[in-house]
């Protein structure tokens, strides 16, 4: 918030959680938490750009997320 009280950056979060059992019922995560967060610049005058800096921005989030829970899953596989 700038000082006239104008909103000027926006934090986007994504969270997931995420329980996984393998084939015989074991848990392998149980309600484990994967979350990624990124700021984002905050323009009234420029809406559609905004929502275009939004969805690739969320798309990041979307890679992060999948990407840990993909390393999750295979220092799981490993380990057991």
Do not use: C, W
Request: proline share 2%.
């Amino acid at each position: 918030i700038d000082p006239r009280a104008r909103l000027r950056e926006v934090e986007l979060t994504l969270r997931v959680v995420v329980k996984a059992e393998d084939a015989q019922g074991a848990v392998l995560l149980a309600g484990e938490s994967f979350e990624a967060a990124r700021m984002m610049h905050y323009d009234p005058n420029n809406l559609l750009g905004q929502g275009e800096d939004e969805a690739r921005l969320r798309g990041e989030m979307q890679e992060t997320v999948a990407q840990a829970l993909l390393a999750r899953l295979r220092s799981v596989a490993v380990s057991g």
